[in-house]
């Protein structure tokens, strides 16, 4: 593939997460290959006062600003694609207009639900919830999905509902990326077209090499949230006196962490925090397994890319990318999500057969060599633009108008 020019954008959110690492690895990765790489970024905020948070909720289903700073941006250096991670809330799908204005084809990488779910993840109250995607996204207003708020949710809700009567989602996106079969499966279900819908899975960017040793503990990577299977984890944990864990990470829940702790609940675990990516490749090599015990689909998490790369078995939540990826006693353990004690009684095997532990460590490998390494990852990625270069002149309509009106369904744009 000759020489491409992409601009990528993601709108960062306040935690840093597995997307902010993949968009800048992507970027990386796509420089090394020899393409060029613009990168627009934005950052989430909590505006003060009530103006600031109107004006933010009008921006997220239409931002005038990004709309121009977009299309000039694009009519000054004429990219081959722009790849969008991101757009919510700050750019907002005004920038998909700027990009049909200027006949630049876009993919879309759906890093999580956020098109079918006001909460992006499909999740409510402790369990999966997929009333949004069996009754439209408005559901989630009556129980304020987004972050608890009701008025947040309805923005949001309005955004997606807004741009899917416009045909946003179904005409302007050129290629969406899903990142396996099973996000692919509800995507479509959603109603994104099957037809432009390519699965890539994350991977890993450097390759940090095999473990040696057994290893010493049970690790826990990622954010300290209820949707994450933290307290499920934490209830294994404690029952599983006799098995070693350590905690990695940072979020909402590491309060409750530390109050079982002080409580000498959970005498068997130790909290590392958040720690540098070097850090928590070393604690991955030095462990004997992976917990992964989140209670909603997910994506495809990185930790667990990374685990695999570290030749690391994981025991995982049966469900959704988790099932998915991991294969059940071959590159770890499956475990019925949100279960307790199904989950301590795989930890406690883990723990009591280091052998066969390391045997699905091995297979783990290589695993990660078939399918996320780099060199496997960028061929996908070319593939992937070339197909929505390909289709753009089918996908491409007539430029914007420079009247906007949000309640005509059809979105005039400006």
């Known amino acids: 593939m000759r020489p491409l020019s992409i601009i990528s954008v993601h709108n960062h959110y306040l935690t840093a997460g597995g997307e902010d690492q993949v968009f800048e690895s992507e970027a990386r990765l796509l420089r090394e290959r020899g393409h060029e790489v613009r990168q627009i970024?934005?950052?989430?905020?909590y505006p003060d006062g009530v103006v600031k948070k109107i004006g933010m909720a009008v921006d997220c289903v239409w931002s005038r600003r990004w709309y121009r700073e977009f299309r000039d941006l694009l009519e000054k250096r004429r990219p081959d694609v722009v790849h969008v991670h991101n757009f919510f809330p700050r750019f907002s799908p005004s920038i998909?207009?700027?990009c049909r204005d200027q006949r630049v084809p876009i993919v879309q990488t759906l890093h999580n639900y956020r098109?079918?779910?006001?909460?992006?993840?499909?999740?409510?109250?402790?369990?999966v919830c997929e009333e949004c995607l069996d009754h439209g996204v408005l559901r989630g207003v009556r129980h304020g999905c987004y972050q608890g708020s009701k008025l947040g949710t309805a923005v949001l809700t309005v955004m997606v509902d807004v741009h899917r009567?416009?045909?946003?989602?179904?005409?302007?996106v050129n290629c969406y990326v899903a990142l396996t079969e099973f996000s692919r499966?509800?995507?479509i279900a959603g109603g994104l077209p099957a037809e432009r819908i390519r699965v890539k899975p994350n991977f890993v960017l450097p390759d940090p090499g095999a473990k040696r040793t057994l290893g010493e503990y049970g690790l826990f990577v990622g954010r300290l949230a209820k949707s994450k299977g933290i307290e499920t984890l934490l209830n294994a944990a404690q029952a599983a006196s006799a098995v070693p864990l350590?905690?990695?990470?940072?979020?909402?829940?590491r309060e409750l962490i530390e109050g079982r702790k002080q409580a000498g609940e959970l005498s068997s675990l130790t909290y590392r925090g958040r720690l540098p990516r070097n850090e928590t490749l070393a604690a991955m090599k030095s462990a004997r397994f992976l917990v992964f015990p989140s209670e909603w689909y997910e994506g495809f998490p990185v930790t667990i890319a990374e685990a695999f790369a570290c030749a690391l078995p994981v025991i995982g939540s049966r469900l959704g990318a988790m099932q998915e990826i991991?294969?059940?006693?071959?590159?770890?353990?499956?475990?019925?999500a949100g279960d307790a004690e199904d989950l301590r009684r795989k930890m406690q095997w883990a723990w009591e057969h280091p052998a066969e532990m390391q045997e699905m460590?091995?297979?783990?490998?290589l695993e990660f060599e078939k399918k996320y390494t780099a060199e496997r990852n960028i061929a996908m990625l070319e593939e992937i633009y070339e197909f929505a270069m390909a289709s753009s002149g089918k996908r491409l309509s007539e430029p914007a108008s420079e009247d906007v009106t949000l309640e005509r369904p059809s979105v005039p744009v400006g």
């Open 41 to 45: 970024e934005e950052q989430n905020t």
């Open 96 to 98: 998909f207009y700027a």
């Open 115 to 127: 098109l079918l779910c006001a909460g992006a993840e499909l999740y409510r109250e402790g369990k």
């Open 165 to 172: 009567r416009a045909r946003t989602w179904s005409d302007l």
């Open 185 to 187: 499966s509800k995507l």
């Open 246 to 253: 350590q905690i990695v990470g940072d979020g909402p829940c």
């Open 326 to 336: 991991i294969a059940d006693g071959v590159t770890g353990l499956h475990f019925d």
């Open 361 to 365: 460590g091995k297979r783990a490998r």
